[in-house]
């Protein structure tokens, strides 16, 4: 057998598999301080609150309303920097928008938006609830969710659902310090996720926690209505905590 024979050709000799890169690390989130915040709802409670904790926490934020002046009343009533402005101008002008309106007008809101939030990143934590005299219930609407509604409504948008199981009142009460809840995240994609889940850590005790895409989101909007069920019983304002992460 000649040297040659025993040769192997390129073609036989074994490629080293390519390096797999490292996972990424799930608490890796994108800075997102520079980023403004458009409020749909902001003079409701859960909008209002949440408007308020993110400006305490430094973000820029600007809450809408239908009507521009009582949006800007909430907003000088809140402070830090907070700015009030109708619903069509703050989506103009937001990086982000937070859908924080009632359910019952959730989607006519939504659809007369829809040009102005072309583009934006949304955040639609609207709970669809009924109630009755045995307390609250959870409503399915005809797209699976508040969240899936929003996303039929706004093609153009990229919708993602988040901000649904916190109290407004402790949003609201500025001698709490932090807020220790998680913060369920779902959506598409995983940069507009990590955006949100961001958005919330802005918030001293907050964790944005991904939880799925958005066809889950009904579940975990109508989770609510076991938390204020609790809430009554216990005299308390309940958030969640996921554990072992």
């Not at 024979?5 to 036989?12: I, K």
């Not at 700015?83 to 937001?94: H, I, L």
């Not at 859908?99 to 959730?106: I, T």
Request: proline fraction near 5%; aromatic fraction near 4%.
């Amino acid at each position: 057998m000649t040297s040659t024979d025993s040769a192997q050709t390129p073609a036989e000799i074994p490629s080293e598999a390519p390096a797999k890169a490292p996972a990424k690390d799930p608490w890796d989130l994108p800075d997102v301080s520079g980023l403004v915040v458009g409020v749909l709802g902001g003079t409701g409670p859960q909008g209002k609150g949440l408007a308020y904790r993110l400006a305490r926490a430094g973000q820029k934020v600007i809450i809408g309303s239908r009507a521009a002046d009582r949006a800007q009343a909430a907003a000088d009533e809140l402070g830090h920097g907070v700015e009030g402005a109708d619903n069509a101008e703050t989506a103009r002008r937001s990086d982000i928008v937070i859908v924080a309106v009632p359910w019952d007008g959730h989607g006519k809101t939504l659809e007369s938006l829809r040009e102005e939030l072309a583009g934006k990143l949304v955040v639609d934590c609207v709970n669809p609830l009924g109630f009755d005299k045995k307390g609250a219930y959870a409503l399915k609407p005809e797209e699976g969710s508040a969240a899936e509604q929003a996303a039929a409504l706004l093609p153009d948008s990229r919708v993602t659902a988040a901000f649904h199981h916190l109290s407004a009142v402790l949003l609201q009460d500025p001698e709490i310090e932090e807020i220790d809840t998680d913060v369920m995240v779902l959506g598409e994609e995983r940069a507009d996720v990590e955006i949100v889940q961001a958005l919330a850590g802005r918030i001293p005790g907050m964790r944005g926690v991904f939880s799925g895409r958005l066809r889950n989101a009904h579940q975990v909007e109508a989770l609510v209505a076991n938390l204020i069920s609790v809430n009554r019983r216990y005299k308390a304002h309940a958030g969640l905590r996921v554990t072992d992460i």
